[in-house]
């Protein structure tokens, strides 16, 4: 299974982006996916993460700022990012969970 990432950018604090992960293979549609970041210095960090029943969760940081979503015909999966905050500057990864694959990393920055 390959993924692939994209998506990420500079923009100002307050700005909108939005992620894509496009997955090869059949895995896809029963899969878990997640959304993660790291940010300089700091551990991997799960942001997002929608289940193969497309229920989703959220860090409590992200909550109401940012939406996971899938697209099953396109094997993509989405993280739109609204109310940026330069906090929310990393690098940010998609994981397919059931066979623990990760794309490539994708950079987000936030300029305040």
């Known amino acids: 299974v390959q993924l692939q990432a994209s998506g990420g950018g500079l923009v100002q604090a307050g700005g909108s982006l939005r992620l894509s992960c496009a997955a090869s293979?059949?895995?896809?549609?029963?899969?878990?996916i997640g959304w993660y970041r790291q940010a300089p210095g700091k551990q991997r960090e799960r942001v997002a993460l929608i289940g193969s029943t497309n229920t989703t969760n959220y860090a409590d940081s992200v909550k109401g700022r940012f939406t996971i979503f899938r697209d099953s015909a396109k094997n993509t999966v989405y993280l739109q990012m609204n109310s940026l905050k330069p906090e929310d500057t990393a690098v940010y990864y998609c994981r397919l969970h059931i066979t623990d694959s990760w794309g490539q990393g994708t950079l987000v920055t936030v300029s305040s």
């Open positions: 293979g059949s895995t896809f549609r029963i899969s878990a």
